[in-house]
């Protein structure tokens, strides 16, 4: 939907005015532009849009997975650790936030959802499946493809701290993360969009035929979208 001009604020029309009207920008270019157009008064989320030539409606086309941002998401990240006892100290040391089991699985089912990652191990999600009801629109059950069942739970939450964040295109074709803050430094936008745009090459399934990566749109809360050449980006 579009808005008009009249409803916009003096300082989101300034920013309107830095983009040029059917431009194309490189990756370089965005990466500063969308600094200069953001408007909010706090530090704003960067996200990148990627449409993708797959059918996510037939499952050899899915397209999911995760990276590691070089330079992190610049968010504080609440990571839940679900596990035994005797994991309790490692997860803790890895900097998660809340460490139990059976406390947080009563937690969960009250309604309590003020997290933003859980990882638990595959002992456990026999006892975490019947929270999917809760846990599921959310995006929050933990998955063994994503590195949120793992043994390894102290390795599991130092890389989501650092930047791991996993992704999955939506049922329209698009792949949407947030990929930095405004605050970044143009450089560290441009890494870790190229990442995340390299690790989706990677990914692209054998059945996908024709153009691949369709279109790259870059833009921070409540910014409008610059639009990227997908040539700029890809690897």
Request: net charge positive.
């Amino acid at each position: 939907m579009s808005i008009t001009m009249s409803k916009l604020t003096k300082n989101q029309k300034l920013a309107l005015g830095k983009l040029e009207s059917g431009k194309v920008y490189t990756l370089r270019e965005a990466s500063t532009v969308v600094k200069e157009i953001a408007t909010t008064k706090f530090d704003a989320s960067v996200d990148v849009d990627v449409r993708l030539g797959v059918d996510p409606r037939k499952a050899n086309q899915m397209v999911r997975g995760v990276v590691s941002l070089p330079h992190g998401t610049g968010k504080q990240v609440r990571v839940l650790v679900l596990c035994s006892p005797d994991k309790e100290a490692e997860a803790k040391e890895a900097g998660a936030d809340y460490v139990g089991l059976d406390e947080y699985i009563d937690k969960i089912k009250g309604g309590w959802v003020d997290i933003d990652i859980i990882i638990t191990m595959p002992s456990i999600m026999g006892k975490i499946g019947a929270l999917g009801r809760v846990l599921g629109p959310r995006g929050l059950m933990p998955n063994p493809k994503s590195g949120t069942v793992t043994n390894e739970v102290g390795q599991a939450v130092k890389e989501v701290k650092q930047g791991k964040i996993d992704f999955k295109v939506d049922k329209a074709g698009i792949v949407h993360t947030s990929v930095g803050k405004v605050s970044f430094h143009p450089d560290q936008i441009f890494d870790n969009v190229k990442e995340f745009v390299s690790t989706l090459v990677k990914l692209k399934p054998s059945a996908a035929k024709g153009t691949y990566i369709k279109s790259v749109y870059l833009s921070s809360t409540m910014s409008p979208g610059i639009k990227i050449d997908p040539k700029s980006v890809e690897i």
